[in-house]
């Protein structure tokens, strides 16, 4: 049975840090590309970092960019999100997803809100 199980959200003010980890069970966690994507109130969900399966190539959002850095750990199967500088408009769930050939798998999310 495959799972991801993100945790580390929560509540911080504006200019603060979060890290989020995304734990997998029940795949070759080595194999998979892995990706972070949010999705704010309303809005549509949206890619934010994304992360090769060796851990050699990473690509984030405009809209992140200097402020969060993907990594992952293939030996612990956990792939990580630090934000930094964080500001109101990071406000959302926060998703990882699992992708190799045609196979994907989602987590349930877990929620960040920057407010004050």
């Known amino acids: 049975q495959v799972q991801l199980k993100e945790s580390g959200g929560g509540l911080v003010q504006p200019g603060g840090s979060l890290r989020l980890s995304c734990a997998a069970s029940?795949?070759?966690?080595?194999?998979?590309?892995l990706r972070w994507h949010r999705q704010a109130p309303g809005k549509q969900r949206e890619l934010v970092a994304s992360?090769?399966?060796?851990?050699?190539?990473?690509n984030y959002a405009n809209t992140v960019k200097g402020r969060f850095a993907i990594s992952r750990d293939n030996a612990n199967n956990t792939v990580y999100l630090q934000m930094n500088s964080l500001k109101p408009e990071d406000t959302a769930v926060y998703y990882c997803?699992?992708?190799?050939?045609?196979?994907?798998?989602w987590g349930k999310g877990t929620p960040v809100t920057v407010s004050s």
């Open positions: 997803n699992a992708e190799f050939r045609a196979l994907h798998y």
């Open positions: 029940g795949i070759s966690f080595s194999l998979y590309n």
């Open positions: 992360i090769t399966s060796t851990g050699g190539n990473t």
